[in-house]
């Protein structure tokens, strides 16, 4: 039977080809947030997946980068806020670098807990986890987060995507008779 080997010393697509292609892949927005030793921190993300349901586990990417990205690694808790068509704006907030992290949470309810990262409170759906596992991949970090709680809206709302390089608000469920 033949292995198939790995060519690491192929060339890669251009950077701006691959950013051009992802644009094109719709994704979910969401607040990723983190509270502890390490101090309260969110920001915006779109890199955000299901992996498993036994044990409820899913994957956030985050940039080595970012001013975020240590206390995450530090505190190990993670909040995720599913966000909804109303939220852009918060969005954009999260996602900004001129903002220190006190005036992201500014002017939201956020539901805080002793032993949990603070979770947006008018969140369509809001997970609560612990970083199992940290992979790395080029200029990311791949956080593998189970999950420990969950809260659902009691009634479904729009989502909010990000898809050519904008915010996209899906349109509202028709049911079908």
Do not use: Y
Request: contains cysteine.
């Amino acid at each position: 039977m033949d292995k198939e080997k790995s060519d690491d010393t192929a060339q890669f697509v251009s950077s701006d080809v691959f950013r051009e292609a992802m644009s094109r892949l719709g994704a979910p927005v969401a607040l990723v947030t983190t509270d502890g030793p390490a101090g309260r921190h969110g920001l915006t993300v779109s890199a955000l997946c299901s992996v498993s349901v036994d044990p409820p586990t899913v994957l956030v990417c985050i940039n080595r980068d970012s001013r975020s990205h240590e206390a995450f690694i530090k505190n190990r808790n993670v909040g995720i806020s599913i966000l909804e068509p109303h939220h852009e704006s918060l969005a954009f907030r999260f996602a900004s670098g001129k903002l220190g992290q006190d005036e992201k949470f500014e002017s939201e309810k956020w539901v805080e807990r002793p032993d949990a990262a603070p979770v947006l409170i008018n969140a369509s759906v809001t997970l609560l986890g612990r970083i199992a596992q940290t992979l790395s991949s080029g200029s990311h970090d791949i956080f593998v987060v189970h999950i420990r709680d969950i809260g659902l809206q009691t009634e479904k709302s729009n989502g909010l995507v990000w898809f050519d390089r904008g915010f996209h608000h899906l349109p509202v469920k028709q049911s079908v008779d």
